[in-house]
């Protein structure tokens, strides 16, 4: 059936032949499941897709539970599990729950926001580049926290708040300079590189301006970490992810639709518009979020969501799969950069900088292999 | 035109049927930010009909059929379909009514033929009715209708051009929609695969009963497919009616500025139009000072 297959796909002269028949050489059959009830109740499974969702999470968890015994007091991964559930004795208690718990968390959570706002960011603009890396978010919730840090010298909660308020305009603006009668991929990704490359210019200015501890506190809030964060920051993050992860993916199966383009889901019913405001908006809020709270952690958004199709194989936005992804990336990035460099410790937006980076490059190497770019 | 009549029955009546028609535009001025395409247009889509709207590059074909499917909203008059502003309706339910194929749509990568006509269901499902069984066999009988279920596991982006776009046409029929609205299906694609889209369309019409619209830019295939031929100009409709009894040659002139002849299509006794040789236009230029026919092609480039 398949030689059959293939021999017609030559006799119909496409250029794409050769690598499609490739391609569904290895193809595996798609194992879509729909579960139904008997009250007219249907739901459809990817099950490749909930497979590679439920091994990242446990993979984040796994990761997280290593991560909790990693520091200059050790703590068994047993030990670290005990102590969780509430079984653990007094010293370990409080260097579980009171230290390294809330920083797991914080990078969990940040993780799970820049996977799903990439996801979102690059589903959008039908662009693997449009992720808030490249769309200066980052660059803009930098320039607000800068200006707490070197105008008013403010604390670690106006800098969150700077770094908030700087994110939610610069995709504000973004919005609304690349809308004319919808929004589209190619506007969206230049304006964002010039929106970047504004923010990238108001940063340098203001860290000249900056006189030497602001400088240095500037540096180290600029390549994103998760050391010194407490409960204060998990609580408002898992709010903020409580309310816009289930808004957003009730919202997927319109997003799925545009992928083919703005006519087509409109054809098909969906309201694209307002689909596409409200996922915007949220994919700004988690990405502003998730940079305030640990910084602009760089390259997650972006490699969040490839390398979670890649897993999928499943065509549409991914959505799960990349927060699952961002959370586990997240967190073993965290680990890596406690752990590989001994005691100098690395923020951990250098380890993701430089795993992304490397990433980017492949990414961009087997893409003009394959003729794509 | 035709739809005059309707007009004049139903002023003053905004919310009552204007016509018995399904769909219709009624006065519509339509306009992209400043730039107008069409003024006071009215057009009647005849239920059961394979209505093609054809005419000269620019004179609204495609914005007309963009309006009528909603896409467009007209900065005045209204699209009414089963006597409903259509942008006032619930955006599910005109889906379930028309459909549209678009000039310009993206197959997403990696994308199985089976998994793109599913998406067709779209405004039949929930989130609690994902995909029932009746979606299944809707998807499974249109890539047969469309000759594409044997491909149904092969990816979008592997497929010749013509297969791609039955593929398309495939997922719209899986809309089941009763209204069916095509912009250029045959554009970009060679004359035998232009011919088996355009059977496909007729058999949708003749053996299902489906309202197709059209926008064709060959003026023969509009001729031997067409049951109801809509000839636009300018933003105006030049004539409407079946295409024995419309298409002259001085029509074709008066649309397209060209001058030819009509026969009888020797295959099925439909108007064919011969283009006249270059040289007798030529002279027919000369004898006229050359104004005519210049006039008219500065006319139609200002329209775009």
């Known amino acids: 059936m398949r030689t059959a297959l293939k021999k017609e796909a030559t006799s119909e002269e496409n250029d794409d032949d050769v690598r499609g028949a490739a391609r569904s050489a290895v193809k595996p059959v798609r194992a879509n499941r729909a579960v139904r009830a008997p009250g007219g109740l249907s739901v459809r499974l990817d099950v490749r897709a909930l497979t590679v969702v439920v091994l990242l999470l446990l ?27 509430g079984d653990g004795n007094a010293g370990q208690e409080f260097i579980v729950n009171e230290l390294r718990l809330p920083r797991v968390l914080v990078g969990l959570l940040v993780g799970a926001a820049l996977g799903l706002g990439g996801a979102l960011f690059q589903a959008l603009s039908r662009n693997p580049l449009g992720s808030p890396d ?35 305009a610069t995709g504000l603006a973004i919005y609304l300079l690349a809308w004319k009668r919808g929004v589209h991929g190619y506007r969206l990704v230049l304006v964002g590189i010039g929106m970047s490359a504004i923010m990238m210019a108001v940063n340098g200015y203001l860290l000249t301006k900056a006189d030497l501890v602001d400088a240095a506190r500037a540096v180290v809030w600029m390549t994103g970490s998760l050391s010194g964060r407490d409960w204060a920051q998990v609580w408002p993050l898992l709010g903020l992810c409580a309310v816009l992860v289930p808004l957003v993916l009730a919202n997927a199966r319109g997003l799925r639709m545009m992928e083919m383009g703005d006519d087509v889901s409109y054809a098909l019913g969906v309201r694209v518009e307002r689909v596409r405001l409200l996922l915007m908006l949220s994919a700004v809020l988690l990405t502003a979020a998730a940079t305030a709270a640990a910084g602009p952690v760089s390259f997650v958004a972006l ?41 100098d410790q690395l923020p951990v937006g250098v380890v993701t900088g430089v795993l992304g980076g490397v990433y980017l490059l492949w990414l961009l190497v087997t893409e003009r292999k394959a003729g794509r770019i | 035109m035709s739809a005059g009549k309707g007009n004049e029955n139903s002023s003053g009546l905004n919310n009552r049927r204007s016509t018995v ?25 005849p239920d059961n009909s394979f209505t093609v709207i054809v005419g000269p590059n620019a004179c609204g074909k495609s914005t007309l059929l963009r309006a009528l499917s909603r896409m467009l909203k007209p900065s005045q008059g209204r699209v009414l379909l089963d006597g409903q502003v259509i942008q006032s309706m619930p955006a599910k ?44 066999r809707v998807v499974q009988e249109s890539m047969e209708q469309t000759g594409v279920a044997e491909l149904a596991d092969r990816y979008v982006d592997e497929l010749s051009g013509g297969q791609r776009q039955r593929v398309w046409i495939a997922m719209a029929l899986a809309q089941q929609t009763p209204l069916l609205l095509l912009d250029e299906p045959t554009t970009y694609l060679d004359i035998q695969h232009q011919i088996d889209v355009l059977d496909l369309c007729a058999q949708l019409h003749e053996e299902q ?21 809509i000839a636009l100009r300018g933003g105006a409709v030049i004539a409407e009616g079946a ?13 397209f500025g060209l001058r ?22 030529e002279q027919v230029r000369k004898e006229r000072g050359d104004q005519g026919g210049r006039a008219e092609k500065v006319a139609a480039t200002e329209a775009s």
């Not at chain 1, 991560?67 to 047993?78: C, E, K, N, V, W």
């Not at chain 2, 028309?98 to 779209?122: H, K």
Request: net charge negative; aromatic share 4%; proline share 5%.
């Open chain 1, 59 to 85: 993979a984040a968890l796994a990761a997280s539970v290593v991560l909790i015994g990693t520091g200059d007091f050790p703590i068994s991964a047993g030990d670290v599990l005990r102590t969780l559930v």
């Open chain 1, 134 to 168: 490249i769309l200066g978010l980052g660059q803009g919730a930098t320039a607000g926290a800068l200006m707490m840090i070197v105008l008013f010298s403010g604390d670690a909660g106006q800098v969150t708040v700077g770094a908030l308020v700087g994110g939610l």
């Open chain 1, 303 to 343: 490699t969040a969501p490839q390398l979670a199709r890649r897993l999928t194989r499943s065509p549409g936005p991914n959505l799960l799969p990349s927060l699952c992804m961002g959370a586990a990336l997240l967190v073993s990035a965290d680990w890596i950069s406690q752990r590989v460099f001994g005691a």
């Open chain 2, 21 to 45: 028609n399904r769909l219709s535009a009624d006065n519509v001025t339509l306009a992209y930010d400043q730039r107008v395409i069409a003024e006071q247009l009215s057009v009647e889509i």
């Open chain 2, 93 to 136: 339910k005109v889906a379930r009514t028309l459909g549209l194929l678009p000039q310009s749509s993206i197959a997403p990568d990696g994308i199985t033929v089976a998994d793109l006509v599913g998406r067709g269901r779209y405004p039949h499902q929930g989130i609690l009715r994902q995909w029932s069984t009746e979606d299944e």
């Open chain 2, 209 to 229: 009963g489906r309202t197709l619209v059209a926008v064709l830019h060959d003026l023969n295939h509009a001729a031997r497919y067409a049951t109801h031929l």
């Open chain 2, 243 to 255: 295409p024995n009894d419309i298409v002259t040659a001085e029509l074709v002139e008066d649309v």
């Open chain 2, 260 to 281: 030819c002849q009509v026969i009888d299509d020797p295959e099925t006794g439909t108007p064919l139009v011969v283009p006249a040789a270059r040289k007798a236009r």
